[in-house]
C-alpha cells in the first residue's frame, strides 16, 4: 500500500484548548478523582515523604506520607503559585499557612490564609526552597509535621516536584461498540468506559471492582462528536499516560482531542484531524502502541489479515508519522477477532486472535515484521464464550498486562487475571467485577 494514500499532512496547525463537550458537570465528593496531565507530587529531601492534602475543603494539617500512598498527593499549580489538590472532587482544596505558621489544607481562597509561596523547582528533580509571603519556609519538623518556619538551612527545608508516573500500556485502545476500557485518569488501571446513544462519554473509575475496591460514580467527561460508538476511540495519543478520545470520521480521517481531564477537569485540546487515514472501514483500524513508546499508533488489519502500521509521532498536526510498513501477515481475514493487546507486559502491544472455539492464540511483538519479528507464544487461554465480541483483552488489575474480561449476556463483566496465561503462569478467576451499566 502505498504511503500516499495516508496523505498526511505537513503543515502544523495551530492548538487551541476547548470544550469539546457541554461544561456544566462538577464533582461531588464520592465521584472520581482527576488527576490531570501536568500533576506533581511534593516532595522532602530530608524525609523522602510527600505532601499529602486533605479530601476536604475544612483546614486540617498538611500530611507527610510515603510518595504513592495516595491521589491527594498530586497538585496542579494554579495562579502560578497556588498548590492545588486536583484529587479533591472539583478541585479548590490548597497548601497554605495560617496566622501562626501552621501548614495546612484548605479551601483555595478561604478568608485567614496565606496561599502563595515562592519556589525554583518546575518538574525535575531539582531541590528547592518553598516560602511564605509571610516570610517563613516549608519544613518538616520531627520527620512528620510540615511547619512555615523561619530559616532556610538543611535538608528538611528541601523540596522537589516529581511528575505523575506514566502507564505506557493506555497507548493501545480496548474495548468493542459501546463499551471501551481505557485508563482514563492514568492511575494506572483501565478504567468501564460507556459511549451513550448521543455519543455522550461516561467513566467509572476502576478502584479494583466489585470484588475489589468497586468503582467510582459515573462521570460524564464528554458529549462525544457522533452517536456510533464503533467510531469514538480512547487511548493515548500523546504519551502523557491518559487515554485521548480519537474519533474517525465517515471518510476515514481521524480526529483527535487531548484529555486534559475532561469536562469535568481541565477539558480538551483540540487537535484536529490528525491523519486522513487509510480505509473508511472502521473495523480494520486499530489504535495500538507497536513500539513501545506510549503514543497509539495507526494499525490497519487489511483484507487479506496482513497489518500495516503508521507510528505515531505527532500526526499531522505534529511530527506526523512513520511508515512500518507491513508488520504481520495476520492469522485471519476477521478482524473482529484480533486483539492488540500487551499480554506480557514489556509495553508493546502483542497480536491475538481469538478462534471459533473461543481460544486466545497469541504471537508476542518483537518488532514486527522487518523489525525484530514475533515470538509464538502458542494458545495462551481456552476461552469462556464462543463470540469473540464479548472479549476484551485490557489491563484491568494495573500490573502493566492485558487481563481477560468478557461481557455475559445479562450485562455484567467477568474478569481472568493475566499470570501469564496458559503454559506461562495461567490465570486467576476474578469473578464478576461489575453488573454492567
Known amino acids: ?85 486536583v484529587a479533591v472532587p472539583g478541585g479548590g482544596s490548597c497548601l497554605a499557612t495560617d496566622a501562626y505558621a501552621n501548614a495546612v489544607s484548605v479551601a483555595c481562597g478561604a478568608d485567614g490564609y496565606t496561599f502563595p509561596w ?90 479494583g471492582g466489585d470484588t475489589g475496591g468497586g468503582w467510582g460514580s459515573p462521570v460524564q467527561v464528554a458529549t462525544g462528536l457522533g452517536s456510533d460508538p464503533n467510531r469514538a476511540r480512547l487511548a493515548d495519543f500523546d504519551g502523557d499516560g491518559l487515554s485521548d478520545y480519537i474519533y474517525i470520521n465517515p471518510d476515514g480521517s481521524v480526529h483527535v482531542y487531548l484529555n486534559r481531564g475532561g469536562d469535568t477537569g481541565g477539558g480538551w485540546q483540540d487537535l484536529g484531524i490528525v491523519a486522513t487515514g487509510l480505509t473508511t472501514d472502521i473495523s480494520r483500524v486499530r489504535f495500538a502502541d507497536i513500539d513501545g513508546d506510549g503514543r497509539a499508533d495507526y494499525n490497519v488489519i487489511n483484507g487479506d489479515g496482513s497489518v500495516t502500521t503508521y507510528l505515531n509521532r505527532g500526526g499531522d498536526t505534529g511530527a506526523g508519522w512513520v511508515n512500518y510498513g507491513k508488520i504481520a501477515t495476520g492469522l485471519t481475514t476477521d478482524p473482529s477477532r484480533v486483539r492488540f493487546a500487551d499480554i506480557d507486559g514489556d509495553g508493546k502491544a502483542d497480536y491475538s486472535v481469538i478462534t471459533g472455539s473461543g481460544a486466545v492464540l497469541t504471537y508476542l511483538n518483537r518488532g514486527g515484521d522487518g523489525h525484530g519479528g514475533w515470538a509464538n507464544y502458542g494458545q495462551i487461554a481456552t476461552g469462556t464464550t464462543t463470540n469473540q465480541n464479548a472479549v476484551v483483552l485490557a489491563d484491568f488489575t494495573g500490573d502493566g498486562k492485558a487481563d481477560f474480561i468478557t461481557t455475559n449476556p445479562n450485562g455484567s463483566v467477568g474478569v481472568y487475571r493475566n499470570d501469564g496465561g496458559d503454559g506461562h503462569g495461567g490465570w486467576t478467576n476474578l469473578g464478576q467485577v461489575a453488573t454492567g451499566a
Open 1 to 85: 500500500m502505498k504511503t500516499a494514500i495516508l496523505r498526511f499532512r505537513r503543515v502544523r496547525a495551530a492548538l487551541t484548548v476547548v470544550a469539546m463537550l457541554v461544561a456544566g458537570l462538577t464533582f461531588s465528593v464520592g465521584q472520581a478523582s482527576a488527576v490531570t496531565y501536568d500533576a506533581i507530587r511534593v516532595q522532602n529531601k530530608a524525609t523522602g515523604l510527600c505532601i499529602q492534602a486533605t479530601s476536604s475543603w475544612s483546614a486540617n494539617p498538611i500530611e507527610m506520607t510515603p510518595c504513592g500512598s495516595s491521589d491527594d498527593q498530586y497538585f496542579s499549580i494554579i495562579n502560578h503559585n497556588w498548590f492545588d489538590d
Open 118 to 207: 515562592t519556589y525554583g523547582f518546575d518538574t525535575g528533580n531539582n531541590w528547592t526552597l518553598m516560602g511564605s509571603p509571610a516570610g517563613c519556609y516549608l519544613k518538616v519538623l520531627n520527620n512528620k509535621t510540615p511547619a512555615c518556619m523561619p530559616g532556610n538551612s538543611g535538608d528538611n527545608a528541601l523540596w522537589r516536584a516529581v511528575k505523575r508516573p506514566i502507564s505506557h500500556h493506555n497507548g493501545t485502545e480496548g474495548g468493542n461498540g459501546r463499551v471501551k476500557w481505557a485508563d482514563f485518569w492514568g492511575r494506572g488501571k483501565d478504567d468501564y468506559i460507556t459511549i451513550g446513544s448521543t455519543g455522550a462519554v461516561t467513566v467509572w473509575t476502576n478502584n
